[in-house]
């Protein structure tokens, strides 16, 4: 191969990554950009009220309510690293742990795995956007980086379909990510976790998941709300 071709060669590897990096960064930035609003709001909660939601509210007419108070700070489909999606929603409450109530956000039937800590799983057997299908909503991180869990002591571990409305006090925002020494900060992950065979499937795969956006009324998807701070319409 002569030097020009080598010089061609060289050129084209150079644009091909300059494309690379370029797709990279697009599809890295707004999840990056949440990731310093979140640092932001924690800094100071009190400085931004128009960025939180109320546990309880119903954006316009959304089957599910939002489930605790604070800045819902990473989306469903966010990206921290390549080839991972964020399963669910994460509201941050700016609080210490333990004080932000979570409650449920639609009528089901609870289930707490005996070794779960920091987590719940409603069943809904009937989706309200689609009948004819069950789905789960699915509750995590109620619990102190120790372990101490914040769940409701009407839900001990090994409790299995227990019916509660909506608006049932489920427990307490937590930071526990299973690591003492690696709290995740105090937020609710909520996630909407699809159906086999009457069994919910794996949350920690994205594909398991479903878009809450519907559910709540809010932009929740990543993939088309790239800088807009989810809140319902006044």
């Known amino acids: 191969m002569n030097r020009a071709c080598w010089l061609r060669l060289g050129i084209g590897l150079v644009v091909v ?35 939180r939601v109320k546990v ?3 954006c316009g007419d959304a089957p599910f309510l939002l489930p605790t108070s604070g800045y819902i700070g990473f989306l469903w489909g966010d990206s921290f690293r390549l080839g ?44 309200p956007l689609q009948p004819n299908r069950q789905i789960w909503a699915y509750y995590t991180h109620l619990a102190s980086p120790e372990g101490f ?16 409305e909506a608006g049932t006090l489920l427990g307490y925002q937590g930071n526990y990510s299973g690591d003492p020494g690696n709290p995740v900060g105090v ?23 479903l878009d809450p956006s519907p559910y709540f009324g809010l932009p929740l998807n990543a993939e088309t709300n790239r800088d807009q701070v989810p809140v319902c319409e006044k």
């Open 17 to 51: 990554w300059l494309v690379v990096g370029y797709v990279l960064l697009e599809w890295s930035l707004p999840a990056l950009d949440r990731s310093r609003r979140v640092w932001i709001y924690l800094r100071n909660p009190a400085a931004y009220p128009n960025w």
């Open 56 to 58: 309880g509210e119903r």
């Open 84 to 127: 991972h999606r964020h399963q669910g929603i994460d509201i941050f409450a700016g609080t210490e742990p333990g004080i932000t109530e979570v409650r449920a956000a639609y009528s089901g039937y609870l289930t707490r795995l005996a070794t779960w800590k920091s987590s719940l799983i409603i069943r809904i057997p009937q989706d």
């Open 149 to 164: 869990s914040y769940i409701s002591e009407a839900f001990p571990p090994g409790i299995q379909e227990v019916y509660v």
């Open 187 to 209: 937020h609710l992950h909520f996630s909407i976790v699809k159906d086999r065979n009457g069994r919910f499937l794996n949350e920690l795969e994205f594909e398991n998941t």
